[in-house]
T-cell receptor
Framework: NAGVTQTPKFRILKIGQSMTLQCTQD?????MYWYRQDPGMGLKLIYY???????DKGEVPNGYNVSRSTTEDFPLRLELAAPSQTSVYFC?????????FGPGTRLLVL | QQQVKQSPQSLIVQKGGISIINCAYE??????FPWYQQFPGKGPALLIA???DVSEKKEGRFTISFNKSAKQFSLHIMDSQPGDSATYFC???????????WGAGTKLIIKP
């Protein structure tokens, strides 16, 4: 099992550009999560999903969108990148309380 | 009331010493308290977790102490090793949606 995979590992975006962060898990987990991690701020939940076709907002959803068409995939979309979205983004999945994290995507918006 | 407050922000401990990281919460509905360990360039990984029906849980050199009345819980790392150098996050959750509320993290450095 590869676990949770994320692509790309690193990306530089210009202000106003759009991109999709990919997340795939091969553990057949129903629950999936997107977090952003800023230095000294811990992990903030952006969006989560309890199963295919079901998504909900987390603590910091503004500027992001998600979809969950399959159990395996949970892409995160940034429509109009802003410098405030410079961060490290982690995807995670779970069947219950233990969350399994991907390696992260480092995003720099200039 | 949804916050989890973690301290200290950073910690330096000599090899062989005891590392102690503390967390406090307000929401009495929280019923699951995990600690995650994160190495540079990696995602967090579950280290150890506890529920409020016990006051202590030990796994190897890692122990969680839980004080329900004080709404505090702490991670103790005994005989700390350089390989324990990482960022540690406490978290809490309640209910069935498995959403975690995270502390801000503690960067632990173990000096040889």
């Amino acid at each position: 099992n590869a676990g949770v995979t994320q692509t790309p590992k690193f990306r530089i975006l210009k202000i106003g550009q759009s991109m999709t962060l990919q997340c795939t898990q091969d553990m057949n987990h129903n629950y999936m999560y997107w977090y952003r991690q800023d230095p000294g701020m811990g992990l903030k939940l952006i969006y989560y999903s309890v199963g295919a076709g079901i998504t909900d907002k987390g603590e910091v959803p503004n500027g992001y969108n998600v979809s969950r068409s399959t159990t395996e995939d949970f892409p995160l979309r940034l429509e109009l990148a802003a410098p405030s979205q410079t961060s490290v983004y982690f995807c995670a999945s779970s069947t219950g309380e233990t969350q399994y994290f991907g390696p992260g995507t480092r995003l720099l918006v200039l | 009331q949804q916050q989890v407050k973690q301290s200290p922000q950073s910690l330096i401990v000599q090899k062989g010493g005891i590392s102690i990281i503390n967390c406090a919460y307000e929401n009495t509905a929280f019923d699951y308290f995990p600690w995650y360990q994160q190495f540079p360039g990696k995602g967090p990984a579950l280290l150890i977790a506890i529920r409020p029906d016990v006051s202590e849980k030990k796994e190897g050199r890692f122990t969680i102490s839980f004080n329900k009345s004080a709404k505090q819980f702490s991670l103790h790392i005994m005989d700390s090793q350089p390989g324990d150098s990482a960022t540690y996050f406490c978290a809490a959750s309640s209910g069935s949606n498995y959403q975690l509320i995270w502390g801000a993290g503690t960067k632990l450095i173990i000096k040889p």
